[in-house]
């Protein structure tokens, strides 16, 4: 089942930002959150405001974990894990866990840059990070009865363990 109809959002860097800083905006182009990278964190934190500036939801990486992990909280509660699972060659693969059975799965390629996240097998979200563009921007549809926070929370893990694992490669990484 592909995502019909939802809510649109595009997730966008901001270009002179201090930190990994990104505005979400809706179908109309219109701000509705602020995420803010925490420049001190250590790409560990992001935290999501409304168009208030109230924090509404963060991500954040647990620091001691066999596997990039990162939880969301929604309105300080906890709402996911962001789990990276382990030898998937040419895919990625996270398995979102959110209370109760009802668990959810992104996967995407690496190549293509193209997720979809499947509740019980069927799609109810679709991401897709274009390259073309001087900053990273992922365009993010919703299914209709789906939290977008808990969705773009998603997103976020997504950058936040991809991010790290560039850094990870990168020559003369000592630690």
Same mark, same amino acid.
């Given at each position: 089942?592909?995502?019909?109809?939802?809510?649109?959002?595009?997730?966008?860097?901001?270009?002179?930002?201090?930190?990994?800083?990104?505005?979400?905006?809706?179908?109309?182009?219109?701000?509705?959150?602020?995420?803010?990278?925490?420049?001190?964190?250590?790409?560990?934190?992001?935290?999501?405001?409304?168009? !208030? +500036? &109230?924090? =509404? %939801? @963060? *991500?954040?990486?647990?620091?001691?974990?066999? #596997?990039? $992990? /990162?939880?969301?909280?929604?309105?300080?509660?906890?709402?996911?894990?962001?789990?990276?699972?382990?030898?998937?060659?040419?895919?990625?693969?996270?398995?979102?866990?959110?209370?109760?059975?009802?668990?959810?799965?992104?996967?995407?390629?690496?190549?293509?840059?193209?997720?979809?996240?499947?509740? !019980? +097998? &069927?799609? =109810? %979200? @679709? *991401?897709?990070?274009?390259?073309?563009?001087? #900053?990273? $921007? /992922?365009?993010?549809?919703?299914?209709?009865?789906?939290?977008?926070?808990?969705?773009?929370?998603?997103?976020?893990?997504?950058?936040?363990?991809?991010?790290?694992?560039?850094?990870?490669?990168?020559?003369?990484?000592?630690?």
């Amino acid at each position: 089942m592909k995502v019909q109809n939802g809510l649109m959002f595009v997730i966008k860097e901001r270009f002179f930002a201090i930190g990994d800083d990104f505005d979400v905006l809706d179908e109309h182009g219109d701000k509705v959150y602020h995420v803010d990278g925490k420049v001190f964190s250590v790409r560990g934190r992001v935290v999501i405001e409304d168009a !208030a +500036g &109230d924090e =509404v %939801a @963060s *991500v954040h990486r647990h620091l001691i974990a066999l #596997r990039p $992990t /990162y939880e969301i909280r929604i309105g300080g509660e906890k709402a996911a894990e962001v789990r990276k699972k382990l030898f998937t060659p040419f895919r990625d693969k996270f398995t979102i866990d959110v209370p109760g059975p009802e668990d959810l799965e992104m996967k995407g390629d690496l190549l293509d840059h193209e997720y979809v996240i499947e509740q !019980a +097998g &069927d799609e =109810v %979200a @679709s *991401v897709s990070k274009r390259w073309l563009t001087i #900053r990273d $921007t /992922y365009a993010v549809k919703v299914a209709d009865g789906v939290d977008p926070l808990l969705i773009i929370g998603s997103v976020l893990a997504l950058d936040l363990a991809l991010d790290r694992e560039a850094k990870d490669r990168e020559p003369g990484k000592d630690d």
